[in-house]
């Protein structure tokens, strides 16, 4: 069961890293925004595309979404997103990465600590 939902959260995860990082690339080099604003714009608009996938195919969720399952999802997910900036930061500043490469690393790391939050905080059984 484990290994299914890890799959399909890799699978919705490919998804949403896709418009994720078609917005933070756009944001980044058609709008000339900062890149860690544009990682914050790339990282929520993802989000957002892939709450309904993995609460109702990942997880199979049948809770209603509650104010509750909400605040827990998007607490999951500021965590991943701060633990992203830093790392942002550090790569592109300190060890002179681009920030496509760095964004792209970022969420090679976000993916682990998204899984765990929301498979054990998120959408618990």
Same mark, same amino acid.
Request: with cysteine.
């Given at each position: !069961? %484990?290994?299914?939902?890890f799959l399909r959260f890799i699978t919705v995860g490919l998804l949403s890293t896709a418009v994720s990082y078609s917005a933070f690339y756009i944001a980044l080099r058609y709008f000339s925004i900062n890149y860690l604003i544009a990682a914050c714009v790339g990282f929520v608009v993802g989000v957002? *595309? =892939?709450f309904s996938f993995n609460k109702n195919w990942?997880? =199979? &969720?049948?809770?209603?979404? &509650?104010?509750? !399952?909400? *605040?827990?999802?998007? &607490?999951v997910y500021i965590a991943s997103l701060l633990i992203s900036l830093v790392f942002l930061r550090i790569t592109v500043e300190? %060890?002179? %990465? &681009?920030?496509?490469?760095?964004?792209? %690393?970022?969420? =090679?790391? @976000? @993916?682990? @600590?998204?899984?765990? =939050? @929301?498979?054990f905080f998120v959408f618990k059984k």
């Open positions: !069961m %484990l290994r299914k939902q957002f *595309v =892939g990942t997880f =199979g &969720s049948t809770e209603d979404r &509650s104010k509750k !399952m909400i *605040v827990r999802y998007f &607490s300190w %060890l002179g %990465l &681009s920030p496509e490469l760095a964004n792209f %690393l970022a969420i =090679g790391i @976000t @993916t682990c @600590t998204n899984f765990i =939050g @929301t498979k």
